[in-house]
């Protein structure tokens, strides 16, 4: 069956949120969270404020990025139920990561940039850390929920959230040093590593890591 393809007022829409969320970003980076108004990002976009509430609601969310938890679970519902919890979430993880950065040919190193920087100010800037751990109790939650039947009564949901939980872990780590680093290191080779230090070689190889 083939997937509806999005109207002309759907991309539109779709890229008019970019534009707006890559200036904020820019904006941010260059001056500093607190020293950026959302009339600021609204006149670098050229849209009114207006448009800027309609597409992110408050300031924070101009800052949050979804693509990656989509990417995410989309990578663990697609996985074999008949692997363990750890190699689906932690294969998915480093997958994600891959076609984020553009590893699989995919999106250029622009992108990877402009994930950098929502990174760093994410950990960076007061206002915007407790954002950064509720955009992680929604992934963990996203990840728990694509499992699937894993998570259908009490005792799988359980070990699917302590099993999801070390690896997003294991994968905040990896992303704290690609910030400090600026990106040098690959990003899906440091979650593998991560993951590695976290569960043994043996079981990321396993994994296909």
């Known amino acids: 069956m083939n997937e509806r393809k999005p109207t002309l007022r759907e991309r539109q829409r779709s890229e008019t949120r970019r534009a707006i969320q890559a200036h904020a970003v820019r904006?941010?980076?260059?001056?500093?969270?607190?020293a950026v108004t959302v009339a600021d990002v609204a006149d670098a976009a050229r849209v009114s404020a207006m448009t800027v509430y309609r597409h992110f609601p408050t300031k924070e969310d101009l800052?949050?990025?979804?693509?990656?938890?989509?990417?995410i679970a989309e990578r663990v519902a697609a996985s074999s139920p008949t692997h363990p919890l750890v190699h689906r979430v932690g294969g998915a993880l480093v997958e994600a990561a891959t076609a984020l950065t553009g590893g699989d040919g995919g999106e250029p190193a622009a992108n990877e940039r402009f994930l950098l920087d929502c990174l760093r100010l994410m950990v960076s800037t007061p206002a915007l850390r407790a954002r950064h751990l509720d955009s992680q109790y929604a992934l963990q939650q996203a990840v728990v929920d694509a499992l699937g039947d894993d998570a259908t009564d009490p005792e799988?949901?359980?070990?699917?959230?302590?099993?999801?939980?070390?690896?997003?872990?294991?994968?905040?780590?990896a992303l704290t040093r690609w910030a400090d680093d600026d990106g040098r290191s690959k990003l899906p080779d440091l979650i593998a590593r991560a993951l590695?230090?976290?569960?043994?070689h043996d079981v990321v190889a396993r994994a296909g890591l």
């Open 156 to 173: 799988a949901a359980f070990r699917a959230r302590a099993a999801t939980g070390a690896c997003l872990a294991a994968m905040h780590t």
């Open 27 to 34: 904006l941010f980076t260059d001056r500093g969270y607190d």
């Open 196 to 200: 590695a230090a976290s569960f043994g």
């Open 63 to 71: 800052v949050l990025v979804d693509q990656p938890a989509l990417l």
